[in-house]
């Protein structure tokens, strides 16, 4: 999001007047495009997820683009879940009765244990 803003702008607020170059030269890159998917194995959405975390921890965000990055915490929190959707029904289904059962007792147990940790 805060990409787009900048990209629209010309990066003049965000401090960044070269920023429209480099996040075009990154991705038009073929060779960039295989080294993020193909040699580290990261995908659209962990990528974008991670850029997110560099530009907010090194650059900060402008005022800006504040309403904007807050309007799209959902956005971010489905893109998470698609994350974690990457396993199918179907792969699930092959690993078994016993795998689901461990699997889903694991996440809730986990659940409940951060939420236990979150009130003390």
């Avoid at 893109?79 to 199918?88: A, C, K």
């Avoid at 092959?94 to 889903?104: E, F, R, S």
Wanted: charged share 10%; aromatic share 12%.
């Amino acid at each position: 999001m805060v990409a787009i803003a900048v990209f629209a702008r010309g990066g003049a607020d965000f401090g960044c007047p070269w920023w429209p170059g480099v996040e075009t030269c990154l991705t038009s890159n073929p060779a960039v495009k295989k080294w993020a998917l193909d040699t580290l194995h990261l995908n659209y959405i962990l990528i974008c997820i991670i850029v997110g975390m560099l530009i907010r921890n090194t650059i900060g965000i402008p005022g800006w683009a504040a309403p904007g990055i807050r309007t799209s915490r959902l956005f971010i929190k489905v893109g998470v879940i698609f994350l974690g959707s990457l396993y199918s029904i179907t792969e699930l289904a092959d690993l078994g009765m016993n795998a689901v059962t461990i699997i889903l007792t694991f996440v809730f147990a986990t659940l409940l244990f951060t939420l236990w940790l979150g009130q003390r």
